[in-house]
């Protein structure tokens, strides 16, 4: 039993964190009650956007991202079998049937007997058993490891839906910003070519010089030009998004859409409970508790091995009497393989194994501190931006307000057209301005959720 013990691997305990007791919250953020039993749901139904939803149902159902962790957790959990297997004993069934002469002229036995040549059949029936004593640990670690490996490409697979639904939506809110800013150009479009003509009137009247309306024509072609600049950026977010969708580029579109969009309020928990829901955490910690059983296997290797190899079976040289009792033949024995000399190789497969698993535990830490600096980086972002937006509101406002103020006093003569200029651009930007804090608001929404490991919520209070 002390052998046993020095063989297995060291007792597996998660590194104990430093975990903040709260977040630094803003309003209007609530706190979440998380329940790992509880389905985390389709959490962009929060978005309240249909055409979102078919999106993510095509994405998740056709994904070769989804295809792939699919199929590398099938082949972890077959893994994990094989390895289970390795506890109990192997049975295996053979047999032979054959001819043969036996040579007169081979080697004798004995010099005062002779060799005769025998042509004769053989026919074998053995069912041989096969056992690994695992007295050190090496078959339980192994087990372990292949375990714990596929519970981290199961948390792989959480992972990579996460990160696709996430990718998904925020290539999506992408492209419906640059939707908002068309919108805006097409109208800042329309409101300059009706400058333009005011501008062309009054120089054909006389009442201004042609610099006016040269100015009001390079104001429009600098819109224009942001329209083609514009139009790319969506046209390739449009294909970023069939690729997520599993559809070729080419037979994939979206229709622009304008509407008001509002960030959903995404509810949080205490900062431990991202250890639980986040999966990237949770493959990160069994990985390092299959790197930890590794070690044991290395270890298992110090002591002997203990081989059982039992087999019992009939043989006759004719097939009628292959059954009868002088038939039977046996055979039990116990293999041993101690190491004695390897140039050191055992002591640096146990030295790497040791060495893999601080690397495991650095990435766990690395990641868990990574979801904590996300985390409190979507709270502070969103609050901030909620900000940003209202004020960009009354900027917008404002932009009006002195618009209409240059174009009266330019009509009524007290005033130069570089002021109505001046105006339409700065209101063209606000409104720009206004669109782009909105879809950063959208994305910081969908980056909070996927920092927090997914929704707490099923579908249908998900959708409410």
Avoid at 18 to 40: L, S, Y
Avoid at 104 to 121: E, I, K, M
Avoid at 167 to 189: G, K
Avoid at 211 to 235: I, K
Wanted: net charge neutral; hydrophobic share 45%; charged share 20%.
């Amino acid at each position: 039993m002390l052998l046993a013990a020095c063989g297995s691997a060291p007792v597996y305990r998660k590194p104990a964190l430093d975990m903040p007791a709260q977040w630094k919250i803003e309003e209007p953020f609530r706190v979440g009650t998380p329940n790992d039993a509880a389905p985390r749901g389709p959490w962009w139904k929060r978005f309240g956007d249909p055409q979102l939803d078919a999106l993510q149902e095509r994405a998740l159902a056709a994904s070769p991202n989804l295809t792939v962790a699919a199929a590398r957790l099938a082949q972890a959990r077959a893994s994990a079998n094989a390895a289970n297997a390795g506890l109990f004993p192997q049975l295996s069934l053979g047999g032979r049937v054959s001819r043969l002469d036996i040579s007169a002229n081979r080697p004798l036995t004995n010099y005062n007997s002779q060799n005769f040549s025998t042509v004769q059949n053989d026919f074998q029936l053995t069912l041989q058993a096969s056992y690994e004593a695992d007295l050190w640990g090496r078959v339980q670690s192994s087990v372990e490891q292949a375990r714990a490996s596929a519970q981290q490409s199961a948390a792989d697979l959480e992972n990579v839906r996460l990160v696709l639904t996430a990718d998904l939506a925020s290539a999506y809110f992408n492209l419906r910003q640059i939707d908002i800013e068309l919108d805006v150009l097409a109208r800042s479009i329309a409101l300059q070519r009706r400058s333009l003509e005011l501008a062309t009137a009054r120089h054909d009247l006389g009442a201004t010089s042609g610099l006016d309306r040269a100015q009001q024509q390079a104001l429009l072609d600098t819109t224009l030009v942001q329209v083609d600049v514009l139009r790319r950026q969506r046209s390739q977010l449009e294909n970023a998004i069939s690729t997520l969708v599993g559809t070729p580029a080419p037979l994939f579109s979206l229709a622009p859409e304008v509407r008001q969009r509002v960030a959903p309020v995404v509810p949080i928990g205490i900062p431990s409970d991202v250890l639980e829901r986040r999966p990237d955490v949770a493959a990160a910690e069994r990985a390092m508790a299959a790197a930890n059983a590794q070690i044991g296997v290395a270890n298992a290797a110090y002591y002997p091995s203990v081989l059982l190899n039992p087999a019992l079976g009939v043989d006759s040289r004719r097939l009628s009497t292959l059954f009868s009792a002088p038939s039977l033949l046996w055979s039990i024995g116990v293999s041993i393989a101690q190491p004695l000399f390897d140039a050191g190789r055992i002591d640096a497969n146990v030295d790497f194994a040791r060495a893999g698993y601080e690397l495991t535990a650095g990435n766990y830490r690395r990641v868990v501190l990574t979801a904590m600096q996300e985390v409190e980086d979507g709270i502070t972002g969103s609050a901030a931006l909620d900000r940003a937006l209202a004020q960009a509101q009354l900027a917008i406002a404002s932009a009006e307000r002195v618009l209409q103020l240059a174009t009266d006093r330019y009509e009524g003569g007290v005033a130069t057209y570089l002021d109505v200029i001046t105006a339409q651009q700065s209101l063209l930007n606000s409104q720009r301005q206004a669109a782009q804090l909105l879809g950063q608001r959208m994305l910081v929404a969908v980056f909070l959720v996927k920092a927090l490991g997914g929704d707490w919520q099923g579908s249908q209070q998900a959708a409410k």
